[in-house]
Structure formats: C-alpha cells, structure tokens
C-alpha cells in the first residue's frame, strides 16, 4: 500500500533554512569539460585533411613509392 510522505521528510518542503545556497562549479570540472568540447570541435574540423593525408599514404604505401618525394638535400629518395 503506498503512503504519501511528508513534505518535510522528503525534501519537497519549503523550509527556508534548510536550502543550501548555491555555489559555482567547479574550475577543473568546467575545464575538463570546455577542454573535451574544444578537442570535439578540433577533431571534427580537422577530419577532411587528415582523411586526405591517410588516404594519400595508404597509396603511397600501395605503390610503394615515398611520401615525400624530395629529401631535405635536395635529392629525390631513389637518387641514393
């Protein structure tokens, strides 16, 4: 059988001297939380060049043939 509670047993009441004030969060809450936000954005806005990137290495990587085709003398990898 249920029974109704008290408003003053279930924290539903109105005593004013019982509500705790309210308090700010937490900084290393909030900037965790920006920080993922932040990493979210990067990620997504980044994702077309990075496929790019890994597409056009895994060709390379295919072909078998360099990423880079200049080394940093000046000479192409298959001039060695």
Known sequence: ???ATSPVTD???GDAARERPLRPLP???VGSAAAMVVVT???T???GPL????E???GDLRDRTPTSPRSSSGRT???R
């Open 1 to 3: 059988m249920a029974t």
């Open 11 to 13: 924290g539903l009441g």
């Open 27 to 29: 900084r290393v809450m």
């Open 41 to 43: 954005v990067a990620l």
């Open 45 to 47: 806005a980044l994702a």
């Open 51 to 54: 496929y790019g990137i890994a």
């Open 56 to 58: 056009r290495a895994a």
């Open 77 to 79: 990898c298959r001039d």
